[in-house]
């Protein structure tokens, strides 16, 4: 199945990358409102809130409250 793409939306300029699923962990990178990241969670709960994603080429999670998916099928 191939990963599902979301923007990032509902936030003032940026989001965090996060190394772990924690508000606590250490950022990676600072995602800018609208970018485009991919989501590897079929499941589509996430980890406490968190979905596991990539970002040019940077794996981490981010806030599922900033994501929303973006369809690509049509």
Request: net charge neutral; glycine share 8%; with cysteine.
């Amino acid at each position: 199945e191939p990963p599902l793409v979301y923007r990032v939306v509902n936030c003032n300029e940026w989001i965090s990358l996060r190394y772990a699923p924690s508000v606590y962990s250490e950022r990676l990178a600072k995602i800018p409102l609208g970018a485009i990241v991919t989501v590897f969670d079929c499941a589509g709960y996430g980890i406490d809130g968190f979905y596991p994603v990539e970002y040019r080429g940077m794996k981490g999670y981010c806030l599922r409250e900033y994501l929303q998916y973006v369809r690509t099928d049509w």
